[in-house]
């Protein structure tokens, strides 16, 4: 049977979670499910390829919903998971565990999620009784182990969920301790978005003959997405995003900022414009996070700014409009952001608020997704006048590196301790010293902007005739709007969008 005529009737799952299936609406296995199940039910590690949005989750949670329930606990205790499954951010944890109940509902599995950031008291109760399937953020689990209240002697079954990610906020650490809290004998699942060095390693030492699956080609984006960008002075962004949603009249805006200051700024002048809008950063607490996240999802809400660590996972259906507001340092991190729109089948659109100091940021990107993303002017724009200089942003790293995901220095103190959720950051890993912002974000907004500057002479040279090769247009063009006042952009007088 070829991986296209695969049906969930073919995959043999337990008649109770084929029901759970039929109530999602699901009707046909996706990719990433059509392999994945197979290969889990046979009782094999697993090491697969695949992104949020591709149906990973219930790639891994039916085929291990099935195995529990077909095998009962050799001895069962209270606090004793049989099956763990570690995942980077605590919306992720939330939702991975909302998965497992929604699959396993005509189950009698008890399933527990645990992290960070809120408190620990109603999870030690938890403990005291029966759980099978644990949904944990790697500081959190480490916190119960140490304390006792959580035996993990009886995993049979280990899940690390977007592992690329976890490596990224500096909980290879925290994996080792809790990998070393593990019996011996068990099934490995490893979920990557990407395959770094880190993971190949992590991999090699973790998984036993592992089956291969991969879905997406990485650093791709879907074709349902349509990408633009449009050219903006940084200062104008705020308004510019404001005019779109009114004047557009989205409903479901994600926008994604650099920072978590900049999450607030950004959602405060939204507020201000009339637009309702939240922030979703490692800053907010737990329960301000889940509001904020429920009511998006549900639609009351039609503006989420976050940042990347916050928003990283969360599985929002055809999301129509994501908004970057800023250009990420990392492009794969573009690729993700973009993941969110456009998925299970959907369109949607990606917009980028770009601003000329931005431009090398931009091309990277356009490197990496091998595409050039069209520059959209908006003719029903009028910036307004008189705005208020804004006040200098943090800097960014150096190009292509994340805020926090500098090399470390093991066994050096506290300092180089992987992060814990709940602490006052976004859930990431540690950052060089050199690299830190600063703890106050006034004292940060004080910081002149020293980063963002264009890489290299190309972007500032001088506009070169047309018929060039691909990457070469786009220089000239990248060129000839670094010459022009970008304000000249936007037509004084409302009308239509249009293509360059
Ligand atoms: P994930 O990649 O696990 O975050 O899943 C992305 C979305 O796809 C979720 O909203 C799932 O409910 C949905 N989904 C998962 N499997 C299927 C399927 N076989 N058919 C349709 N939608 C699915």
């Known amino acids: ?230 050219m903006v002075p940084q200062k104008l962004k705020s308004h510019l995003l404001s005019h779109l949603i009114k004047h557009n009249d989205w409903k479901q805006v994600l926008v994604f900022t650099r920072t978590k200051h900049g999450a607030n700024r950004l959602t405060e002048k939204l507020i201000a414009d009339g637009i309702p809008a939240a922030a979703i950063h490692g800053n907010k607490s737990q329960p301000a996070r889940t509001k904020a996240l429920a009511q998006f999802k549900d639609g009351t809400l039609p503006v989420l700014v976050a940042t990347d660590i916050a928003a990283r996972g969360l599985d929002i259906d055809m999301l129509p409009h994501v908004v970057n507001f800023e250009l990420p340092n990392v492009p794969e991190d573009y690729v993700h952001r973009i993941g969110r729109t456009g998925r299970a089948g959907s369109s949607g659109a990606a917009i980028s608020l770009v601003d000329k100091e931005e431009l090398s940021y931009l091309r990277d990107i356009e490197r990496l997704i091998k595409r050039e993303i069209p520059k959209v002017a908006i003719d029903s724009f009028v910036p307004p006048t008189n705005i208020a200089e804004e006040a200098p942003r943090a800097p960014r790293p150096p190009q292509g590196q994340r805020r926090n995901s500098g090399p470390r220095t093991a066994g050096t103190g506290n300092r180089n301790q992987p992060p814990r959720e709940g602490q006052a950051r976004d859930g990431q890993g540690p950052k060089p010293r050199q690299q830190r912002e600063p703890r106050n974000p006034q004292q940060r907004e004080q910081q002149p902007r020293t980063g963002s500057q264009p890489r290299n002479s190309q972007t500032s040279a001088k506009p070169r005739p047309p018929q060039k090769p691909a990457d070469q247009q786009h220089l000239s063009e990248a060129a000839r709007h670094q010459a022009m006042p970008q304000p000249a952009l936007f037509s004084p007088k409302p009308g239509v969008r249009r293509g360059r």
Do not use: W
């Open 1 to 230: 049977m070829s991986k296209n005529e695969i049906t969930f009737a073919s995959l043999n799952l337990a008649e109770p979670l084929m029901r759970a299936i039929a109530d999602a609406g699901y009707t046909t296995p996706t990719p990433v499910q059509a392999q994945a199940i197979p290969l889990v039910l046979a009782g094999g590690d697993l090491l697969a390829g695949a992104q949020t949005g591709t149906g990973k989750t219930a790639g891994f949670t039916l085929p291990i919903l099935h195995l529990l329930t077909a095998k009962p606990a050799t001895n069962p205790r209270p606090g004793r998971p049989r099956c763990l499954i570690l995942v980077p951010t605590r919306e992720l944890a939330a939702q991975v565990e909302q998965s497992v109940q929604t699959y396993g509902k005509y189950l009698s599995l008890k399933s527990m999620v645990m992290f960070g950031g809120v408190n620990i008291n109603p999870q030690m109760k938890a403990l005291r009784g029966h759980v099978d399937i644990l949904v944990a953020t790697p500081g959190r689990l480490l916190d119960h182990a140490g304390q006792k209240t959580l035996d993990l002697s009886g995993v049979e079954i280990l899940i690390l969920d977007e592992a690329d990610r976890m490596l990224d906020m500096g909980f290879i650490r925290d994996i080792k301790k809790i990998l070393a809290l593990l019996p011996k004998q068990r099934q490995n699942l490893l979920f990557s978005a990407t395959f770094s060095d880190e993971i190949k390693t992590l991999s090699d030492g973790l998984l036993h003959n592992p089956g291969f699956v991969e879905v997406a080609r990485r650093n791709t984006t879907s074709e349902l997405v349509e990408q633009s960008v449009h």
